[in-house]
């Protein structure tokens, strides 16, 4: 899938900038407006970047910033601050709370994306790559093309979405439950037995004769990309 960002803007102007500029460049976008939002969102998904205002209403972006470090599971999630703040002083506070990058608000949006890009290149390639290649399945993002060895793959839309969000991560297990949130979303009317049809189709397409298949089912927890494919 493409990658999350996760904003957290009270100004409903910026956010709203923000998250139609991300999504016309592929981007997937949520918006929480306070501080105290940041946990509830990135429980229900974990975000591949959070852009974070530091004069939020409530839990300032310093503290959210702080909290984000202070967990095992999220003190790698990259961050960059927004603020109106510009003096020296006050980056080097935020960059020493553990934000990645601080962009100064008034800010160019073509520049808040590429500083965004720029992030996720090292410390998730996988989520803005134009290419996911594992063993001898090639995903092409920008052709919306799949194909195994010299033969392409022939996929519906949510095949192929499916396809590119568990190549995203090998060996990582997902339940039904988080496919059908993270695939379909979560306003969609299907139920988990709809992942177990489109799983079947979907190994049905990339596997032919004694070709292995990629696609690993963990009994009573989901589905995985086998991270021994292609090895």
Aim: glycine share 6%; with cysteine.
């Amino acid at each position: 899938m493409a990658a999350s960002i996760l904003i957290v803007e009270d100004e409903p102007a910026i956010h709203q900038l923000l998250a139609y500029n991300f999504e016309a460049e592929g981007f997937r976008a949520r918006v929480v407006e306070t501080g105290e939002e940041v946990h509830a969102a990135i429980t229900q998904e974990m975000p591949d970047l959070v852009l974070l205002d530091w004069m939020l209403p409530g839990l300032s972006g310093i503290e959210v910033c702080r909290l984000i470090r202070a967990r095992t599971e999220t003190q790698k999630l990259p961050i960059i601050m927004l603020t109106a703040r510009g003096e020296e002083a006050e980056r080097v506070r935020g960059l020493a709370t553990g934000a990645d990058d601080y962009i100064v608000k008034p800010f160019s949006v073509p520049e808040v994306v590429a500083r965004v890009r720029s992030i996720l290149r090292r410390s998730k390639p996988e989520s803005v790559a134009e290419e996911l290649i594992r063993g001898e399945i090639t995903l092409d993002r920008g052709k919306k093309r799949v194909s195994r060895s010299v033969r392409e793959v022939q996929l519906s839309p949510t095949e192929f979405r499916l396809l590119e969000y568990l190549m995203q991560s090998p060996g990582r297990v997902y339940s039904r439950a988080q496919l059908l949130d993270r695939v379909w979303n979560s306003d969609a009317e299907v139920d988990e037995r709809t992942v177990d049809v489109h799983v079947g189709r979907l190994r049905k397409n990339l596997s032919r004769g004694k070709e292995h298949d990629p696609i690993r089912t963990v009994r009573g927890s989901g589905y995985a990309f086998d991270e021994r494919f292609g090895r």
